[in-house]
C-alpha cells in the first residue's frame, strides 16, 4: 500500500521536472501527503475493488489489458491562450496558465465566449485514434481550470451553455467510438476547480496559504463545491453518455478530500459496475489503475494494472510555443517498452482552440500507426516479459530524485508474451544472430513479424540459451519484431 502512494508521488515529481516546475513538485506533493491522504485507512464506503471477486475482477478490466495503447486528450478554454497571457508567454503546462499567471476568474471565465472551435470533427479525432492503432480515447471533461467540456444541468460554466459553439463534443466523440469501436473514458478534474468557489488549488510558490487561491471570488466551503457541482457533474458523466465512460480518469487530490467526501463520489461509482477509475480519487482509495506520469516505471507495477499517461511535446493543453515533440522513434520505443513490463501508454494530444489537432501530432500517431499494423501483434493482448534484465539495470553508484538506485535502460531489445509466442522486439540490430540466455519455453521455430512470408529464421539451441539467425538489415528501421514459436 505504502508503495503506491510512493510511486504515485515519483510520478508526480517526475512530471513536473519534466515540465520544468523543479523542486516545487515535491512540495505539492507534501499538500496531498497530509493525515488525510493514506493508503490502507479504513474507507467508509468499500469501492467496488474490495467487494467484486477476482473472476469479476478479471472481468471488468479485460478490455483495458489487452488494449495497451490510449489517446489523452487535454481541450479545454486554455487552448485559447494556449500559454501566452497578455503577450507574455507563461511557463509551464498549458492548461494551468490560469494558475501559472495568476488569472482572475471573471476575465478567465470570459474566454467561453471566444471559444468557438467549429473545425472539431469527432469522426476525425476517433480516426485518427484508429490509424493510431489506439484502443480507447480519455478526453478532459473539466480540468482544473473548471469549465465543462460537456452539455451540464449542474453548472452553467459549460461548452454549450457559455460558448457560441453550443455543440457537445463528448456526446459527439461517444457516437463517434460507437460507430469506430472503441472506448472512451472522461478525465475529471474532481477536487481543483479554480472558477467554482470552494474548489481546491494545489500549493503553489507565487499562491498563499492556506487556500493557494489568487482571486476571492474562488473562496468558498470544499464540501458545497463537491456537492453543488464536482458530484453532479460525475453522476451527469455516467449517466449521459450510453455505455462510455468505460473509464472516469480522476486527477490532483489534495488533502480536501477526506475518506468521506471521497467516500460520497465511490457511493455514485459503485453504481457503475463496469466502470475502471485510477488512483487519483483522493481519500485513500487506491482505484483501479497505478496512474505514472511522465515516466515508465523500471519494472512495471507486478500484480497491479497501471498506464503511463505522457505529453507528445512539454505540455498537456496545446501551447503555440511548445514545439518539442518527440520522434515517432521514442513514442514507439516507449509503448513497446510499457507493453513489455505489462501496462498501458496513454499518449496525449492538445487540440488547438479551433478544434484541430496540430499536424506534428497527427503526423507522429500516423507513424505509429503504420508500425502497428504491421506489429500490432506483438503488442495488443500480450503480457509482460519473461526475460526483464533487458530493460536496463539499477545502477550501484547513481540515485535518482528520491536517493533511490537509479535505474538505466538499456535500448538494445524489449519481449511480449503471447499464449504460445515470444516477441522480441529489437531496437538495436545485432547482425546476423541475435542471442537469448534463460528462455523459458521450448522454442519451435522463428520468423520475422514484418516479412509476409513468414520465412523460418534457423535456430540454434543449447541448454537454455538460443541464437536466431538474421538477415544482415532490420525489416524495420525503428523495432522489428522476431517472433519465437513456443510449445
Ligand atoms: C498533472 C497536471 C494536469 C494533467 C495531468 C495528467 O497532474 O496537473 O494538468 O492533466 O497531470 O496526468
Known amino acids: 500500500m505504502k508503495v503506491t502512494r510512493r510511486v504515485f508521488s515519483r510520478g508526480l515529481v517526475a512530471a513536473a521536472s519534466s515540465v520544468a516546475l523543479g523542486n516545487k513538485a515535491t512540495r505539492i506533493w507534501a499538500q496531498v501527503q497530509g493525515e488525510h491522504y493514506q493508503m490502507g485507512m479504513k474507507h467508509p464506503v468499500p469501492p467496488i475493488q ?3 471477486t477476482p473472476a469479476e475482477k478479471a472481468a471488468r478490466m479485460r478490455w483495458f489489458r489487452e488494449a495497451r495503447f490510449g489517446m489523452f486528450i487535454h481541450w479545454g478554454l486554455y487552448s485559447i491562450p494556449a500559454g501566452r497571457w497578455d503577450g507574455k508567454e507563461i511557463p ?8 501559472e499567471a495568476s488569472i482572475p476568474v471573471a476575465p478567465y471565465k470570459a474566454l467561453a465566449a471566444k471559444f468557438n472551435p467549429t473545425q472539431f470533427s469527432a469522426a476525425n479525432i476517433v480516426g485518427l485514434a484508429k490509424a493510431a492503432g489506439q484502443k480507447y480515447i ?14 451540464s444541468r449542474a453548472n452553467s460554466f459549460n461548452i454549450v451553455d457559455a460558448t457560441p459553439f453550443r455543440r457537445d463534443p463528448l456526446k459527439e466523440l461517444a457516437a463517434e467510438c460507437r460507430k469506430q469501436d472503441i472506448k472512451l473514458g472522461f478525465y475529471y478534474s474532481q477536487d481543483q476547480d479554480w472558477t467554482a468557489p470552494g474548489g481546491a488549488a494545489y500549493k503553489t510558490d507565487h499562491h498563499q496559504p492556506p487556500t493557494f487561491h489568487w482571486d476571492p471570488a474562488q473562496n468558498g466551503s470544499f464540501p458545497d463545491y463537491l456537492h453543488t457541482k464536482a458530484i453532479p457533474q460525475i453522476r451527469e458523466l455516467l449517466s449521459n453518455y450510453g455505455e462510455y465512460p468505460a473509464i472516469l480518469w480522476f486527477d490532483t487530490p489534495t488533502k480536501d478530500m477526506t475518506p468521506e467526501l471521497a467516500g460520497e463520489i465511490v457511493k455514485v461509482l459503485n453504481e457503475h459496475p463496469k466502470l475502471i477509475w485510477n488512483n487519483r480519487l483522493g481519500g485513500g482509495y487506491k482505484g483501479d489503475t497505478e496512474t505514472p506520469e511522465q515516466y515508465i516505471p523500471a519494472r512495471g507495477y507486478p500484480g497491479r494494472d497501471w498506464e503511463s499517461c505522457m505529453t507528445i511535446n512539454d505540455t498537456w493543453g496545446y501551447k503555440q510555443d511548445d514545439t518539442n515533440f518527440k520522434s515517432t522513434e521514442t513514442l514507439l520505443r516507449n509503448l513497446i517498452d510499457i507493453a513489455s513490463k505489462g501496462g498501458n501508454y496513454l499518449l496525449n494530444i492538445g487540440p488547438m482552440a479551433t478544434g484541430v489537432v ?6 507522429r500517431l500516423q507513424q505509429m500507426g503504420k508500425w502497428l499494423d504491421v506489429n500490432g501483434e506483438s503488442i495488443y ?13 539499477f545502477s550501484p553508484t547513481e540515485k535518482d530524485e528520491n536517493g533511490k538506485p537509479k535505474f538505466i535502460p538499456s535500448w538494445k531489445w524489449r519481449s511480449t508474451t503471447g499464449r504460445n509466442q515470444i516477441y522480441i522486439q529489437i531496437f538495436e540490430w545485432p547482425g546476423t544472430s541475435f542471442h537469448l540466455d534463460n528462455v523459458p519455453r521450448e522454442v519451435t521455430s522463428a520468423y520475422l513479424l514484418a516479412d509476409p512470408s513468414k ?3 534457423r535456430l540454434r539451441k543449447s541448454g537454455n540459451s538460443l541464437d536466431v539467425s538474421l538477415p544482415a538489415q532490420p525489416l524495420d528501421p525503428i523495432a522489428t519484431v522476431v517472433v519465437l514459436k513456443t510449445a
Open 50 to 52: 474490495e467487494t467484486e
Open 455 to 457: 520465412k523460418p529464421l
Open 92 to 99: 509551464g503546462l498549458g492548461e494551468w496558465i490560469m494558475n
Open 138 to 151: 480519455v478526453i478532459t471533461s473539466k480540468h482544473h481550470e473548471g469549465f465543462a467540456m460537456f452539455n
Open 381 to 393: 493482448g500480450t503480457r509482460a516479459t519473461l526475460f526483464g534484465a533487458e530493460a536496463g539495470s
Open 358 to 363: 496540430p499536424a506534428p501530432e497527427v503526423e
